[in-house]
């Protein structure tokens, strides 16, 4: 099973960009694992913010809106989330997530990385 550590994480002034990686510590390459960022909010539930499949086919939160972009280097086991224009309401533990459908199947979590959009 694969293990995940996420970085990246920080603080940033509204309006700005952070780039969080996660590393895998096992081969991703593999058209049954799905790639994700979570992200938990202060008070809030985990929620979903992007996936990313091995054929790179992505889906985002609609409250994205156009600012993040996920990423994966199968060849590196690396996982990116490209954020930009960030706002206070993106504060939130973000976590890496890989999940593995059909037979066996099985998901892990990073450890979580901190957002801060604070000025």
């Known amino acids: 099973q694969v293990q995940l550590v996420e970085s990246g994480g920080g603080l940033v002034q509204p309006g700005g960009s952070l780039r969080l990686s996660c590393a895998a510590s096992?081969?991703?390459?593999?058209?049954?694992?799905?790639m994700a960022w979570y992200r938990r909010a202060p008070g809030k539930e985990r929620e979903l913010v992007a996936t990313?499949?091995?054929?790179?086919?992505?889906n985002y939160a609609d409250f994205v809106e156009g600012r993040f972009t996920i990423s994966r280097d199968n060849t590196k086991n690396m996982v990116y989330l490209q954020m930009n224009s960030l706002n206070a309401e993106d504060t939130a533990v973000y976590y890496c997530n890989a999940r593995r459908v059909g037979i066996p199947s099985w998901q892990t979590w990073g450890q979580g990385t901190q957002v801060t959009v604070s000025s």
């Open positions: 096992g081969s991703i390459f593999s058209i049954n694992i799905i």
């Open positions: 990313v499949t091995s054929g790179l086919n992505t």
